[in-house]
């Protein structure tokens, strides 16, 4: 896609992380910035205080397993700018043997639960995390659903009553 | 008068005669605990209410209480997490008591083969009935009660 025809998201991007940006494109107007995982934590902080831009919702934060590609996982953001109604949805690849991205914490306090989210699921790690736990599942599940090797057929172990003074 | 000519003694004789009324008498107090955690809950709710009339068969008064109750209706998916819980609710329920599978996800997990859903509750409890059915149609909930009674009055009574 043309230069010319980027939005002014795409541009300033550019201007500011020109050298840390995978690819961008944005298809039936929906702008898409993949970037590495060292630029997420400032993108992020720019996309939110940049007076152009300001992207101030972090609307989804997930990932994806694409298992045959590599790197294998992509953590996807979905930013929303409620003073100029756009958003921007960002993609960061993780490798398998490291799976661990910049935690948003400091910056939006719903990164918390979506990144413990992300973390059951998937098992990505997020660094500066304050509290990494499980959110929806249980911690005596074994593995991480959501990859595309857990089996399908595989059963977890039943975990007895608790003690509710404990 | 009738005789009971099964060769007995009289001793014998009463206490098979017992047996048989305590089960009548069990089989039509049949005080229920719904366990309701999905959508089996609104076919359950259509038994219990005035158009399928449970009470005809005694079973009219769901107790929301697990010590007040004598029959699990387990109603709906049960997840891994919830199994402990279930369990507790049954640990606290008082002898003789009664379990249902109410739905096919409590029977064998149903269509969620997944990560999360236990394959059938009979891995947790002991079940006394499964009513099959996505949700099962209140009639089929009746007949699984009746053979329920059934299976009351003719077992060994506990006292």
Same mark, same amino acid.
């Given at each position: 896609?043309?230069?010319? =025809?980027?939005?002014?998201?795409?541009?300033?991007?550019?201007?500011?992380?020109?050298? #840390?940006?995978?690819?961008? &494109?944005?298809?039936?107007?929906? @702008?898409? /910035?993949?970037?590495?995982?060292?630029?997420?934590? =400032?993108?992020?902080? +720019?996309?939110?205080?940049?007076?152009?831009?300001?992207?101030?919702?972090?609307?989804?934060?997930?990932?994806?397993? &694409?298992?045959?590609?590599?790197?294998?996982?992509?953590?996807?953001?979905?930013?929303?700018?409620?003073?100029?109604?756009?958003?921007?949805?960002?993609?960061?690849?993780?490798?398998?043997?490291?799976?661990? $991205?910049?935690?948003?914490?400091?910056?939006?306090?719903?990164?918390?639960?979506?990144?413990?989210?992300?973390?059951?699921?998937?098992? !990505?790690?997020?660094?500066?995390?304050?509290?990494?736990? #499980?959110?929806?599942?249980?911690?005596?599940?074994?593995? &991480?659903?959501?990859?595309?090797?857990?089996?399908?057929?595989?059963?977890?172990?039943? $975990?007895?009553?608790?003690?509710?003074?404990? | 008068?009738?005789?009971?000519?099964?060769?007995?003694?009289?001793?014998?004789?009463?206490?098979?005669?017992?047996?048989?009324?305590?089960?009548?008498?069990?089989?039509?107090?049949? +005080?229920?605990?719904?366990? !309701?955690?999905? %959508?089996?809950?609104?076919?359950?709710?259509?038994?219990? %209410?005035? &158009?399928?009339?449970?009470?005809?068969?005694?079973?009219?008064?769901?107790?929301?209480?697990?010590?007040?109750?004598?029959?699990?209706?387990? /109603?709906?998916?049960?997840?891994?997490?919830?199994?402990?819980?279930?369990?507790? /609710?049954?640990?606290?329920?008082?002898?003789?008591?009664?379990?249902?599978? +109410?739905?096919?996800?409590? %029977?064998?997990?149903?269509?969620? @083969?997944?990560?999360?859903?236990?394959?059938?509750?009979?891995?947790?409890?002991?079940?006394?009935?499964? !009513?099959?059915? %996505?949700?099962?149609?209140?009639?089929? $909930?009746?007949?699984?009660?009746?053979?329920?009674?059934?299976? !009351?009055?003719?077992?060994?009574?506990?006292?």
């Amino acid at each position: 896609m043309p230069e010319a =025809e980027w939005s002014k998201t795409l541009k300033k991007i550019q201007e500011q992380f020109g050298d #840390r940006v995978i690819e961008m &494109h944005a298809q039936l107007g929906q @702008d898409t /910035v993949v970037v590495s995982k060292a630029a997420i934590f =400032e993108l992020a902080r +720019f996309l939110r205080d940049d007076p152009d831009l300001k992207y101030n919702y972090l609307m989804d934060l997930t990932a994806v397993d &694409h298992f045959t590609r590599k790197p294998r996982f992509e953590v996807v953001y979905h930013f929303l700018s409620l003073e100029y109604n756009a958003r921007v949805r960002v993609k960061v690849p993780v490798g398998e043997s490291d799976p661990e $991205v910049e935690s948003l914490t400091p910056l939006w306090k719903i990164a918390n639960w979506l990144e413990r989210e992300t973390w059951d699921m998937f098992g !990505i790690k997020f660094k500066n995390h304050p509290d990494l736990r #499980r959110l929806l599942l249980y911690p005596e599940f074994q593995g &991480h659903p959501l990859r595309k090797d857990y089996p399908v057929t595989k059963r977890q172990p039943l $975990v007895g009553p608790k003690d509710p003074q404990a | 008068m009738e005789v009971d000519k099964g060769g007995g003694t009289e001793f014998g004789f009463f206490t098979s005669r017992l047996d048989k009324m305590i089960g009548w008498a069990r089989k039509f107090s049949v +005080f229920q605990y719904p366990f !309701i955690t999905a %959508c089996c809950g609104m076919e359950y709710m259509s038994v219990a %209410c005035a &158009h399928y009339d449970i009470d005809r068969f005694g079973a009219g008064l769901p107790r929301f209480s697990p010590r007040q109750a004598d029959v699990l209706f387990v /109603v709906g998916t049960i997840s891994q997490k919830i199994a402990p819980v279930l369990l507790t /609710v049954y640990e606290q329920m008082c002898s003789p008591k009664w379990v249902v599978a +109410f739905g096919v996800c409590t %029977c064998t997990g149903g269509f969620y @083969d997944d990560y999360a859903t236990v394959r059938g509750i009979d891995h947790v409890l002991p079940v006394d009935i499964y !009513i099959p059915g %996505c949700p099962p149609r209140p009639e089929t $909930v009746l007949n699984g009660l009746i053979m329920l009674q059934e299976k !009351i009055q003719n077992q060994k009574q506990e006292v």
